[in-house]
């Protein structure tokens, strides 16, 4: 696995950092038992990663364009498992 200078796996992709950021942001989170991405729902999560993806983007990538990704992503996943039963 590729390492960064800090310890961290190398992300290959856009989509990739943008789950990375937001699931240490706490925007998503994995299902634990099917290992589907799950939004939150959570605003403040949010606003957490929109900052990271800020300050911080990717190299080569402009701020817009993370955020853009982050959004994307957003929007590809619900905030239920599809493989879970209905409650």
Request: hydrophobic share 35%.
């Amino acid at each position: 696995m590729l390492m960064t200078k800090e310890g961290r796996p190398a992300i290959p992709t856009l989509r990739g950092w943008a789950i990375s950021v937001l699931m240490e942001a706490g925007a998503i989170h994995e299902c634990e038992e099917h290992g589907w991405m799950q939004d939150r729902a959570d605003p403040h999560a949010r606003e957490r990663a929109v900052l990271l993806a800020r300050q911080y983007p990717p190299a080569g990538t402009s701020p817009e364009e993370a955020i853009a990704e982050m959004h994307d992503v957003l929007d590809s996943i619900g905030d239920t498992c599809p493989e879970c039963p209905p409650e």
